[in-house]
């Protein structure tokens, strides 16, 4: 990987998200990567943001509380047991490095580690959230994706740093 502009990346808005998935990983001290398949890329304010849902009943939850940064990172296939891992057990119970045997690189413009096996891995640093309203939900479907009302926190991160294998990149002019 090297490091790249954000605005060089070219990626699949929807399925890197909803069939890739992702690794969040939050929290200096103790880093935990958490799997998410909901998110964004995009410009917000001026700048490149990235933007991930996390619900409050998540560890992850907790440590983007004490340290407003996250870092994004999308791995290969053959990581899908890893991705699995991380997304059916806590870090509170358990240390996720271990159990998948992935590696932590530390982040260069940002506390939270990134992982040494992404193929594309984004460092960010939060400036802003918001709590998801279900008052302002206009479709009821959306209600029933929360039976028990832990309605996603929005955590809009500036894209402080990104890195990529080459086939992420094109050449702006
Ligand atoms: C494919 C997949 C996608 C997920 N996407 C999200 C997500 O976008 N937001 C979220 O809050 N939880 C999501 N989860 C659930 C968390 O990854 C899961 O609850 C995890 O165990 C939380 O870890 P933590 O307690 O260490 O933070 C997803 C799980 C899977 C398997």
Not at 86 to 103: F, P
Not at 117 to 126: F, T
Request: aromatic fraction near 10%; charge should be negative.
């Amino acid at each position: 990987m090297r490091r790249v502009s954000p605005q060089e990346l070219l990626v699949k808005p929807f399925s890197i998200f909803d069939r890739q998935w992702a690794l969040l990983v939050a929290g200096s001290e103790r880093p935990n990567p958490m799997t998410v398949s909901w998110g964004g890329l995009g410009t917000l304010w001026n700048r490149p943001v990235a933007t991930v849902y996390v619900r409050p009943t998540r560890f992850t939850f907790t440590l983007l509380g004490e340290e407003p940064a996250f870092t994004l990172n999308f791995l290969p296939e053959a990581h899908r047991a890893g991705l699995d891992l991380c997304g059916g057990i806590s870090g509170r119970d358990a240390d996720k490095w271990e159990a998948t045997g992935l590696h932590r690189l530390p982040g260069e413009t940002v506390g939270a580690a990134r992982v040494a096996e992404a193929e594309l891995a984004l460092e960010c640093r939060v400036l802003a959230t918001v709590d998801l309203d279900p008052a302002r939900f206009l479709d009821p479907a959306i209600g029933d994706l929360y039976p028990r009302k832990d309605y996603h926190r929005v955590f809009i991160g500036e894209i402080l740093g990104a890195w990529a294998e080459d086939r992420f990149t094109a050449k702006v002019a």
